[in-house]
């Protein structure tokens, strides 16, 4: 298992590290997809970019205001989304920034460190 540093104080989950397919946020594996918000982590069964559903995402999540972004990781490696789904992130008021799952973890800190109101949604590594 890789564990990340912890240069500051977040607000909030934050990736600490990475099991074999799927993510640890403090002492707490996640062997699945994961879903992270300023405010909670979530178990995530999402298991392809072709069956990502927005409204799932976001109900799940429940946040209020709408977030300024999804951040999405892939998977193992960078891959883009459907059309579709860019189209509904944009048409919902957000951005959608793409990369693999593990860049996305790392980027998650950044931004949360940031105070960006942001939520994630990351799918298995392996």
Request: hydrophobic share 45%; aromatic share 8%; net charge negative.
């Amino acid at each position: 298992m890789v564990e990340l540093r912890k240069d500051v104080e977040f607000t909030g989950p934050v990736v600490t590290g990475f099991t074999a397919q799927g993510y640890k946020i403090g002492d707490q594996r996640f062997e699945q997809g994961l879903l992270i918000s300023p405010e909670q982590v979530l178990d995530w069964s999402g298991s392809s970019l072709d069956q990502m559903n927005l409204g799932e995402i976001l109900s799940r999540l429940n946040l209020s205001p709408v977030p300024e972004f999804l951040l999405l990781g892939s998977g193992a490696s960078m891959q883009q989304p459907p059309a579709a789904f860019r189209r509904e992130v944009e048409a919902a008021g957000m951005g959608l920034e793409v990369m693999d799952s593990r860049a996305a973890a790392r980027t998650w800190g950044v931004l949360r460190a940031e105070e960006r109101w942001i939520v994630g949604a990351f799918l298995p590594i392996a």
